[in-house]
């Protein structure tokens, strides 16, 4: 079996002694881990630093295998990655979310772009922050648990929606939440299609930290084991690496 294609380096393990499984989000395939022989020799220990776009030709025996990969360099991206550290904490916490939740060989190619061009993307460090909890809510979309954020669930209004209703998912008014605030997800202003917002202020930031977060552990937590706390106890800290 033979494969061609490019895809997104989340991450490098290392194999024996001179090789490494390598972790990557292809543009047709999903995620692809497979044995790249001679990692850390000259020609490859350059290339394989996460978030660099790499061509990859794939080779097995047959299809259910580990597989072995060969390598092209075909964009470096890590530097300009970690010029920052709270853009390299955001991609490090992506590449953390994909290699742990999505699985292999599944096609997730709206994701795949979305990703890209998140890291691609020139933005301000609010909207940075933006970009990436609408990347949250893009991958509990591709995994079968998208929020319905576009209306109210209770009287179907796309007009003054406020919250989210944990249980659901699904927006609500502020009309129809009087009464329920405490026990409703604050809905983000920048969120909402009604709402034009072109800087979202750090509250709003923090209440879309906590609204992705909650259905991420409500909803991805049983698919697999994984440590949450530690996670976004890291996750949330990023906010503060930088004034908003």
């Known amino acids: 079996m033979r494969w061609q294609g490019e ?6 393990r290392k194999y024996g002694e001179s090789s490494a499984l390598i972790d990557v989000f292809t543009a047709s395939l999903g995620r692809r881990i497979g ?61 953390v979310l994909c290699s742990t939740f999505l699985p292999e060989r599944v096609d997730f190619d709206e994701l795949y772009q979305k990703t890209i061009q998140y890291i691609e993307g020139e933005f301000s460090a609010k909207e940075k922050f933006r970009k990436y909890i609408e990347w949250e809510l ?6 079968g648990f998208g929020l319905d954020i576009g209306k109210c669930v209770v009287s ?35 969120l909402c299609s009604s709402n034009s917002v072109e800087s979202p202020s750090k509250a709003d930031l923090e209440n879309g930290f906590k609204l ?14 994984f440590q949450m706390d530690p996670f976004f106890s890291l996750r949330n800290r990023v906010l503060s690496l930088k004034p908003l």
Not at 82 to 93: A, H, Q
Not at 159 to 177: H, I, Q, T, W
Not at 212 to 225: A, D, H
Request: hydrophobic content about 40%; charged content about 25%.
């Open 156 to 190: 179907g209004s796309r007009e003054d929606l406020k919250f989210v209703s944990p249980r659901s998912g699904c927006a609500v008014s502020g009309k129809s939440s009087i009464g329920w605030e405490k026990k409703l997800l604050v809905l983000p202003d920048f």
């Open 138 to 143: 893009h991958l509990l979309k591709c995994l």
């Open 212 to 225: 992705t977060e909650y259905f991420i552990k409500k909803n991805l937590q049983p698919v697999r084991s």
């Open 35 to 95: 044995l790249l022989r001679g990692a850390f020799n000259k020609k490859n220990k350059s290339m394989i630093q996460p978030g660099n776009q790499l061509f990859l030709t794939w080779n097995s025996r047959i299809e259910e295998s580990l597989g072995v990969f060969k390598i092209e360099l075909i964009k470096s991206r890590y530097h300009r990655i970690s010029e920052e550290r709270s853009g390299l904490e955001l991609f490090n916490l992506i590449r």
């Open 7 to 12: 895809g997104l380096l989340l991450d490098v």
